[in-house]
Each structure stands twice: as structure tokens, then as C-alpha cells.
């Protein structure tokens, strides 16, 4: 069920897939976490969305993408990148490393890989 993405419609939307910080934890991961504001991105300033954050949960001996979670705006719409790049064994640094176009909403998913 980890792989799962979830998504709650709320105002702001609620999403998330993988692992849990306490999780990852408990199944003896060194985790860090990366956490992005949409205050701060582009595309939330100009459609006035600026309300949450994405977190991700990495391993900080490989760099593997755990886990995350994303509220804020199209968090249900997001979240399909970030399970994708789990279910592929991705390390942030891929999903640092992906361009993405300027200014949309997917973008933040690459700030907060770049936050570590």
C-alpha cells in the first residue's frame, strides 16, 4: 500500500504517497526531510494559492526518495510525479535534476529536492 498515492479535496488539497517520516524511521532509515513552501513558488503567487508545503522524506546515506506528502494547491495532481519517482528508485537528485516547465504548480516538487 505504500505506493498508493492518497488525495483529500480539501481547500488546500492533501496528498501524499510512500512512507511516513516515523516509518521510514522505524524501518531503520537515517531519513532527512526537504520541505518547500508554495509561498515561495512562482505559479501559487500569481493564482493567489499560497497555503502549504511539500515534504519529502529521503534516505540520507542513498538519497532514495522514501516518501511524501504535498498540501496545497493540485496536491492530488502532483502526487503522481513524486509516486512515480518512488515506484523507479529515484534519489532526490533525479528529481532535482528533471526539468520542469516554468511556472506550473510541478515545479515546487522540484524546489523541494532542491531544499536539501
Known amino acids: 500500500g505504500r505506493l498508493i498515492p492518497f488525495a483529500v479535496f480539501t481547500e488546500p488539497e492533501i496528498a501524499g504517497v510512500g512512507m511516513g ?3 521510514a524511521s522505524e524501518e531503520g532509515h537515517d531519513i532527512k526531510t526537504q520541505k518547500f513552501y508554495f509561498a515561495h ?3 501559487a503567487l500569481a493564482i493567489d494559492k499560497l ?3 511539500i515534504k519529502l522524506i529521503v534516505d540520507r546515506s542513498n538519497g532514495k526518495l522514501l516518501g511524501g506528502h504535498i ?5 492530488g495532481e502532483i502526487i503522481h510525479e513524486l509516486a512515480m519517482a518512488i515506484r523507479m528508485g529515484a534519489a532526490v ?19 523541494a529536492a532542491w531544499a536539501g
Open 21 to 23: 517520516e516515523k516509518e
Open 41 to 43: 513558488h512562482g505559479r
Open 51 to 53: 497555503d502549504g508545503f
Open 71 to 75: 498540501i496545497g494547491p493540485s496536491a
Open 93 to 111: 537528485n533525479d528529481l532535482r535534476d528533471m526539468m520542469h516547465i516554468h511556472p506550473t504548480l510541478t515545479e515546487a516538487l522540484n524546489s
